[in-house]
């Protein structure tokens, strides 16, 4: 199968080295195009440079992934648009931007075949958990793009109306984690550990209590009851999140990107 990634950015080539590294991508042929640099990228991707995309009906490209940013989309949409695309599938991983308005972008293309994909930058490490969903005429290509993204990591179906909730809970988690950790690693350096020991030592408690957590039947509450034994030194901690109702922070954060998300 033939596929084409627009825009090899972050997140495209993220899913590109993801795809690439899995050992069961042999009948994938993945080609690639971006606004600057698109050979030097398809170098150092080991994939083939589509320079032009007026080839890409000559070379017999099957499966167009948008890997732009949703302010690109018209642009793009106006380029694709004046080649026949009744056997193209498009996969967008723009974020916010529904199979519905994707349409309305290819003006001359109402049965156009769509698959909303929503990835995160783990895919490089083969552990990105991708949402997926297609409209009314992508339905039939949902289970192919699904196993392209499998490559990449975990795929999950989701309905369409709440595809901004699983791309907060999905997209954008990996860069709340990361603040979270870095704000240990912050405070464990200000208390005078040296960055590095702090470093590697909040990175093994987090993989160290997600490993955990997923081997054991009991829930994130139940294993914090256990580590916080009266009168010990977590539990101290845990009433400053308490008293400062982190979880509402949390709850906050998420809403606010979600209100970002269903802007577009
Ligand atoms: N980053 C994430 O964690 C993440 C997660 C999930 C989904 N997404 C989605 O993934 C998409 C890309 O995000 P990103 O973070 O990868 O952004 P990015 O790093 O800015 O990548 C966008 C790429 O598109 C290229 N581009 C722009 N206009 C183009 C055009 N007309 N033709 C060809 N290429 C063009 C850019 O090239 P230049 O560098 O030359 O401008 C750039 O390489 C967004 O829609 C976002 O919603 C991102």
């Keep these: 199968m033939k596929i084409l990634f627009i825009g090899v950015g972050h997140m495209a080539g993220s899913l590109i080295k993801g795809i690439t590294k899995s050992t069961s991508n042999k009948k994938y042929e993945i080609y690639i195009n971006n606004r600057e640099s698109t050979v030097a990228k398809a170098q150092e991707l080991n994939v083939k440079p589509l320079v032009n995309l007026e080839d890409l009906q000559n070379e017999g490209i ?87 993204f499998s490559n990449c990591g975990s795929v999950e179906k989701i309905n369409e109306d709440i595809f901004s909730e699983f791309t907060i809970s999905g997209g954008c988690t990996p860069a ?57 030194v977590t539990i101290e901690g845990i009433k400053v999140f308490e008293n400062s109702n982190l979880e509402k922070i949390v709850f906050e954060a998420f809403n606010k990107a979600l209100k970002k998300d269903k802007e577009h």
């Design 62 to 148: 099957e499966v167009i992934v948008l890997g732009v940013r949703p302010a690109q989309l018209k642009e793009i949409a106006i380029v694709l648009d004046q080649f026949n695309l009744t056997n193209v599938t498009i996969v967008s991983m723009l974020s916010g931007i529904s199979a519905d308005k994707i349409t309305e972008a290819f003006g001359r293309h109402p049965k156009l075949k769509i698959v909303r994909i929503m990835p995160n930058i783990n895919a490089d490490i083969t552990k990105s958990v991708t949402g997926i969903c297609a409209n009314h005429y992508g339905e039939k290509s949902i289970d192919e793009v699904f196993d392209i």
């Design 176 to 232: 709340y984690i990361l603040f979270f950790l870095k704000a240990f690693v912050d405070a464990a350096v200000k208390s005078g550990l040296e960055y590095q020991t702090a470093l590697r030592t909040i990175i093994g408690s987090f993989e160290g209590t997600i490993a955990n957590l997923k081997k054991s039947s009991k829930t994130p509450e139940a294993i914090i009851g256990e580590i916080c034994v009266p009168n010990g």
